[in-house]
């Protein structure tokens, strides 16, 4: 089993939409947790961390349920440029060890259209 | 400040062929690791590193090696390539530890290896 599981889309919606991804991890020992961007052939890139109560940045929310180890990401009035594909990526800490590592979803591949 | 680079950005090697993949970053990030990333995959940890002159396996590690001789730079090398190592090589580096939060990690802008 994967640690980290996403739907890979395609999601397809307008411009205007609201949309929202989800994720889920399998290690309750999971200490972190972020969204990462990827455009076409490019890097991942920072989007936002997820914190247990929540939190927002501009048009895009993340929320976090330990108990369900549920992620989500909501993008409202999407805008063409959110155009990309998202990483759910999870921190888990090895045992024994300081040292987390990022486990990375598969990503979700998000088209907005005009 | 130029982030994190790879050279090279493309390679074509044959079966058996070797090559070294670098990277380098200029952050003064003590952890730097090696992914690669294939179709319907995410991203796969080969080898990481948190300081110079240290490195550990990642999930994937079989058929690479790493060195981390100066701490601005992490190379990942193929002592004989095979078609399975065809993909998107990524470069990363972190600051901090992930207990402290801050384990963001910056990418470099990958390398493509196709192996035939």
């Known amino acids: 089993r994967k640690e980290v599981e996403q739907d890979p889309g395609p999601f397809n919606v307008p411009e205007g939409a609201t949309v929202a991804f989800n994720c889920t991890y399998s290690?309750?020992?999971?200490?972190?947790f972020f969204w990462y961007r990827q455009d076409c052939r490019k890097e991942p890139k920072l989007l936002m961390s997820v914190y247990s109560s929540g939190n927002e940045d501009g048009r895009f929310t993340a929320q976090l349920n330990r108990a369900s180890q549920y992620i989500s990401l909501l993008i409202r009035d999407s805008k063409l440029s959110d155009s990309a594909t998202y990483l759910c990526v999870v921190n888990i800490l090895d045992r024994g060890s300081t040292l987390g590592r990022l486990y990375f979803g598969r990503g979700t591949q998000l088209t907005v259209w005009p | 400040n130029a982030g994190v680079t790879q050279t090279p950005k493309f390679r074509v090697l044959k079966t058996g062929q070797s090559m070294t993949l670098l990277c380098a970053q200029d952050?003064?990030?003590?952890?730097m690791y090696w992914y690669r990333q294939d179709p319907g995959m995410g991203l796969r940890l080969i080898h990481y590193?948190?300081?110079?002159?240290?490195?550990a396996k990642g999930e994937v590690p079989d058929g690479y090696n790493v060195s981390r001789l100066k701490k601005q730079n992490f190379l990942l090398g193929l002592e004989s390539a095979a078609p399975s190592q065809t993909s998107v090589y990524f470069c990363?580096?972190?600051?901090?530890?992930?207990?402290?939060?801050?384990?963001?990690?910056?990418f470099g802008p990958g390398t493509r290896l196709t192996v035939l």
């Open positions: 952050m003064n990030h003590e952890y």
């Open positions: 990363a580096s972190s600051r901090g530890i992930a207990t402290s939060g801050h384990n963001e990690q910056f």
């Open positions: 590193s948190v300081g110079e002159g240290t490195t």
């Open positions: 290690n309750s020992a999971s200490q972190s």
